[in-house]
């Protein structure tokens, strides 16, 4: 895939693997059997949330299940065009400014989404199996700063230079959401499937892993770092958009977009928030 990094994918999949797993997982010396996939994004994205097994003999016949960035991709949220016009107009994400009702869109399908996600884990779990997941979420504390809600302005701005045409866009919601601790927590009690044993929040910059000297500086310059940012960015976006909008404008689109990257790494800090729990089936 044009833009796909290999590499990225591997140190955010590592990454979050080293996260202190003897907090989630204990410190037990038994071996068990396990299976790792490390997908390209937009695979994982086509899988949805259909179970992967479609043997009788899986249900019930685990004992742990670990899932790394699978849930970031949900169904676009329903009810954002209404007799009245679009609620969404001019954004293909929620953002600081978005009106309350797009967010519980989301939130909405966020929740009908995992739910089942649960309920078809717990029927894979045996009783008292552990699952592991890490998403990035949302911290509720900070300004909602996220690369879909960047691609939109870019959009926008492509919009009013007709390069992009504004009914394209005008019915366009990216099919993810970022959630906070204390709505996962919720969702996990109302399913009532498993007990949550450990929920955590960590930060991760977008630019994650490029290199810094002694002094927290960083050797590469902005530049680098947004672009290093965009192509991961394209990576995980670009069946979608392409869908969309054609392939005829990412191109444009991803220059842009690095540029907005490069502008804001001069001002804040962009980093993810990413949940990390350990739950356990009933």
Known sequence: ??????????????????????AFMGDSSQAIPCTF?????????????TSIYNSNKMRQNNARIASFQCLIWQQAPKGLAKETGLVNKGNIYFTNTSPSEVYQA???????????FLKLRAEELVRGGGMVLTFVGRDETCDIITPWGLIGLVLNDMVSESLVEEAKL???????????????????????????????????????????NGNGDFVLDTNVRANFIAKYVRATTEPFLTARFGEGIIDELFIRFRKKVAEL???????????????TKK
Not at 106 to 116: A, E, G, H, I, T
Not at 178 to 207: C, H, M, N, Y
Not at 268 to 275: F, N, Q
């Open 170 to 212: 005008e019915y366009v919601n990216m099919p993810r959401y970022g959630p906070t601790a204390k709505e996962v927590k919720q969702l996990i009690d109302a399913e009532g499937s498993f007990t949550l044993e450990k929920l955590e929040t960590f930060k991760s910059r977008w630019d994650e892993g490029l290199k810094e």
């Open 37 to 49: 996939f490390i997908l390209p994004p937009a695979f994982i994205g086509s899988l949805r949330l």
């Open 106 to 116: 989301y939130l909405d399908q966020f929740s009908q989404d995992f739910n089942l």
């Open 265 to 279: 790494l001069e001002e804040v800090t962009l980093e993810h928030a990413y949940l990390v729990m350990f739950m």
């Open 1 to 22: 895939m044009k833009g796909y990094d290999k590499r990225r994918e591997r140190s955010l999949v590592h990454f979050s693997l080293m996260q202190r797993p003897e």
